[in-house]
């Protein structure tokens, strides 16, 4: 059996290195894996695949960046080439990216069942280009791989039932795999002088906040006001519109501390020692759970409510108040279920391609 998986944007490295892992270990499944090229800074892309020991891809596309049109049509060119030469049993997508939805859109039309991990998450808001992506991916996917209960729940309400399975989330796999060697490993606190438990860490990069210059003022104005070191890993994107929109004064305060986009290995030490997360990341509020840590998501809506059930994730949305507010009330729940399975989430999905076939 042969399966082409496509991955192009850093967090799809980490799910793909889980899924890899457990095809190679049993040798049934020949994978060929292509990186579109959505992301290509080393830091944002080389360096992920060295440390989660990812093979190199087989097919490189090198697309880069580009308008939404732009970069999902050179993707959909050069993938269906690809996919047409391979012949793969099935195309094995994940998340919501650009290069998810050209992956779907190339094999559907080629008639080559696609796999979509990470299936059935909905904001409900199609402002949002991932939700776009997520919509279209799971109305043309034939194996829907849900990491959660609501997820299911989402594709149900869309007319979707057949072959969708609640696997668990297959990054709580590569947290337990990887949370004790990058805590070992990780140098991050002690070069960035930081003390556990007393810094907090935030991320900003969806087009919502990056892209609306009041948006990020708001949020950035709210990290000057914090009482405690801010790091602040800045996203290219948001790097360069801070530049653009000519905000740079409000991240010069010394308590916050800016630095270029981490490896999984740092941010996974930064994030299981940080008081809490502040960030409009969907990997992030997931790894924060995860790891019990408090988060504050930058956004009026989340995909994983759960998180907010169970009272460790706060929706403040991009206002300086509320962001304040919602960090001043922090509070550790007690409760802590496990709502991401139990780690063994890509032995299951291994196990169903193998059946499915
Ligand atoms: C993409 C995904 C988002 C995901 C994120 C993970 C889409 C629509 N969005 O967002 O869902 O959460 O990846 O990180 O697919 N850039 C660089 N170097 C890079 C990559 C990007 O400088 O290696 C800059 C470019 O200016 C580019 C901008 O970042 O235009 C946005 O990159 P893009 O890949 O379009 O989307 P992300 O914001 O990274």
């Given at each position: 059996m042969k399966i082409l998986t496509v991955v192009g944007a850093r967090p799809q490295f980490i799910k793909a290195s889980m899924l890899s892992k457990a095809i190679k270990a049993q040798s049934k499944i020949e994978e060929i894996m292509v990186h579109t090229g959505q992301h290509y800074d080393h830091n944002m892309s080389t360096i992920f695949f060295d440390q989660l020991k990812l093979t190199k891809p087989?097919?490189?596309?090198?697309?880069?960046?580009?308008?939404?049109?732009?970069?999902?049509?050179?993707?959909?060119?050069?993938?269906?080439?690809?996919?047409?030469?391979?012949?793969?049993?099935?195309?094995?997508?994940?998340?919501d990216t650009n290069s998810t939805l050209a992956g779907s859109i190339a094999a559907s039309k080629i008639h080559i069942p696609i796999a979509?991990?990470?299936?059935?998450?909905?904001?409900?808001?199609?402002?949002?280009?991932?939700?776009?992506?997520?919509?279209?991916?799971?109305?043309?996917?034939?194996?829907?791989?849900?990491?959660?209960?609501?997820?299911?729940?989402?594709?149900?309400?869309?007319?979707?039932?057949?072959?969708?399975?609640l696997t668990g989330d297959i990054m709580y796999d590569a947290v337990i795999h990887f949370k004790d060697p990058a805590i070992q490993q990780s140098t991050i606190l002690n070069d960035?002088?930081?003390?556990?438990?007393?810094?907090?860490?935030?991320?900003?990069?969806?087009?919502?906040?990056?892209?609306?210059?009041?948006?990020?003022?708001?949020?950035?104005?709210?990290?000057?006001?914090?009482?405690?070191?801010?790091?602040?890993?800045?996203h290219p994107r948001t790097k360069n519109k801070i530049q653009h929109f000519k905000l740079d004064h409000f991240i010069t305060s010394s308590h916050i501390k800016t630095i270029d986009p981490v490896n999984y290995f740092d941010m996974l030490a930064l994030v299981s020692q940080a008081k809490a997360i502040l960030t409009d990341s969907g990997g992030l509020q997931k790894e924060a759970y995860m790891l019990r840590i408090p988060c504050i998501t930058l956004r009026e809506e989340t995909e994983w409510i759960e998180t907010v059930q169970t009272g460790w994730n706060h929706l403040a949305g991009y206002k300086t108040n509320q962001i304040l507010d919602k960090v001043n009330h922090l509070k550790l729940p007690q409760y802590s279920p496990s709502i991401f399975g139990d780690g063994r989430t890509a032995h299951v999905i291994h196990n169903i391609l193998l059946h499915s076939f």
């Open positions: 087989d097919y490189y596309l090198g697309i880069g960046s580009g308008s939404h049109g732009e970069q999902t049509a050179k993707m959909l060119f050069e993938l269906e080439k690809i996919m047409l030469s391979v012949q793969p049993d099935i195309v094995i997508v994940y998340g979509h991990v990470e299936a059935g998450l909905r904001s409900f808001n199609k402002k949002m280009p991932e939700e776009i992506n997520r919509i279209i991916t799971d109305h043309l996917s034939h194996l829907l791989f849900c990491p959660s209960k609501t997820a299911i729940h989402n594709l149900k309400q869309e007319g979707i039932d057949k072959e969708v399975y960035l002088s930081l003390t556990a438990g007393n810094y907090f860490i935030a991320t900003v990069h969806r087009a919502e906040n990056s892209d609306e210059p009041e948006r990020l003022k708001q949020i950035l104005t709210a990290f000057q006001r914090l009482d405690k070191t801010i790091i602040l890993p800045l």
